[in-house]
């Protein structure tokens, strides 16, 4: 079934074309990464999708249970939030905003899953600690706990690895594709890392600035883009 | 020092501006932690500065200072916000530009009208005798507004002000707070400018949530301690302003930046 739906949309951004008519379906359970270069619409495409920006044409139909509020959304970082004062705990609760509508405080309900959200993710013991003082890792694994309080159906996450480790990255990646298998979270992922992508999702989208290739990741292996980023070895 | 205290609460001026200076900066503080964890802290000097030209344009006309002079502010907050996110100029060089535009505008006006005399000097430094009764009422009435609608919209303000693009992608409608964050600030502003002065003004904005930064790990503790901070700088600048006849403005800010230096001591350990 598919639950996100894009025909022919394209986004202006800083005033050049950032994503040129693009066209594809997601379905429910499907792991997509979207790769391509710097400056090749991805993040743009991303945020078109999740309604920060408006498409300058073309249509976007994300299934009702999803419409605005039950997408968990993890955004590149901010410069703001690298000397931000609030607890992780603070963090990770303010996930339930949108359940928690007009009411000024959160319920016991919204606590727990938040509570629960840091255990799943190994953080719970931190949760007294400032955000700012936590590692590279440690914050990633935050916000993958607070958009995971907005939702547990589709998760979009905009580069999440960017400055990690590679330890900690692979680690990051586990986490990610254990939600899909084990939990069933539908993931959307802006990505640089194309080993990676093909290791993980079970789809794969390849931006510049059109949909250059949109498909199941074994007919991407054969495309000449990944045989170029990954040289021989897979070819 | 209680005995002072109590001496200076005898004058009725002095309790009105204490009345008045305790609400402003209870209200500061807490838009301050959202306003500098934003990187909006100049949003402050700016507005003090356009309160300026509104308070004078309002003093040439014969209107009621406040009654021209809070729209007026809530405009410039609007487009201040507005514009630095989406123009071609950088936020930071626009504030510059509509700042002193603005103090350039009202000193203009005064020259022309009441000439440069002391009443210019008390809107730039600040000056308690500047409460009316009714300016305390508005206060009070503007004051307790911010602060309620500071509560309920708690959580909202810390999505916002801690990642509006999440905030957005669950529905908030992350537009609306700035502008509430903007419009509470403008109205704080132009109450404790006549006091403060339009020079000093954006340090009680300013100073109780860098001081309560240094110290404090999550955002409720920063919150709260600016608040309580804020109120016992301003307090105590208070009296060190009758004590030695000093500008009440310039004796908060000074309060302040102690505070603030003692505060960065104790964080760095």
């Known amino acids: 079934m598919s639950i996100v739906e894009c025909k022919d949309i394209t986004i202006e951004y800083d005033g050049r074309i950032a994503v040129d008519g693009a066209s594809f379906s997601i379905d429910q359970g499907d792991y997509l990464c979207i790769v391509g270069e710097n400056g090749s619409g991805k993040s743009t495409l991303v945020k078109g999708l999740m309604g920060l920006i408006k498409p300058n044409s073309g249509g976007i139909t994300i299934d009702k249970e999803l419409t605005q509020g039950r997408i968990g959304y993890l955004p590149q970082q901010t410069e703001s939030q690298k000397d931000f004062p609030a607890s992780v705990y603070e963090v990770v609760l303010s996930g339930c905003i949108k359940s928690k509508g007009f009411r000024p405080f959160y319920n016991a309900e919204e606590k727990q899953r938040a509570k629960d959200n840091l255990k799943r993710f190994q953080i719970y013991d931190l949760r007294h600690k ?68 093909i290791k993980s999702a079970n789809k794969i989208m390849q931006m510049g600035q059109k949909v250059l290739f949109f498909g199941n990741t074994k007919e991407y292996i054969n495309t000449p883009y990944a045989k170029a980023l990954l040289g021989g070895e897979q070819g | 020092m209680i005995q002072i205290i109590r001496e200076m609460l005898s004058y009725p001026f002095i309790l009105r501006a204490v009345i008045v200076g305790v609400l402003v900066s209870l209200c500061a503080a807490l838009l301050g932690v959202s306003l500098v964890l934003k990187r909006f802290s100049m949003i402050g000097d700016g507005l003090s500065h356009v309160s300026f030209g509104a308070l004078a344009i309002a003093m040439a006309m014969n209107i009621a200072p406040l009654k021209l002079s809070i729209p007026v502010v809530i405009v410039a907050a609007f487009f201040l916000l507005r514009l630095s996110n989406n123009s071609k100029i950088k936020g930071d060089a626009l504030i510059a530009l509509i700042s002193s535009s603005a103090l350039a505008i009202g000193v203009i006006v005064i020259s022309r009208t009441t000439g440069m005399n002391a009443d210019v000097d008390s809107y730039m430094f600040g000056s308690i005798l500047a409460m009316s009764d009714e300016d305390v009422k508005l206060s009070v009435l503007l004051s307790i507004t911010v602060l309620i609608l500071f509560v309920v919209f708690y959580h909202q303000l810390f999505n916002v002000t801690f990642d509006e693009s999440f905030s957005k992608a669950a529905g908030i409608n992350v537009s609306v707070y700035n502008m509430l964050i903007a419009v509470l600030t403008a109205i704080t502003i132009v109450l404790g400018m006549r006091m403060m002065g339009a020079m000093l003004i954006s340090s009680l904005i300013i100073f109780p949530a860098l001081s309560s930064m240094r110290i404090f790990k999550s955002f409720r503790f920063v919150v709260i301690s600016s608040a309580i901070i804020s109120v016992l700088c301003f307090m105590l600048g208070m009296v060190l302003s009758y004590q030695y006849s000093i500008p009440v403005g310039a004796s908060v800010v000074v309060v302040n930046l102690s505070v603030l230096i003692v505060c960065s001591i104790i964080g760095k350990h």
Do not use: F, K, W
């Open chain 1, 130 to 197: 400032s955000y700012r003082e936590l590692s590279g890792g440690q914050q990633q694994r935050v916000l993958l706990a607070r958009a995971l309080c907005a939702t547990d159906a589709l998760l979009v996450l905009d580069e999440p690895v960017t400055g990690l480790d590679p330890m900690v990255t692979a680690e990051l990646y586990d986490t990610i594709q254990e939600l899909n298998t084990r939990d069933h979270v539908t993931i959307i992922m802006v990505s640089h890392d194309v080993r990676m992508a």
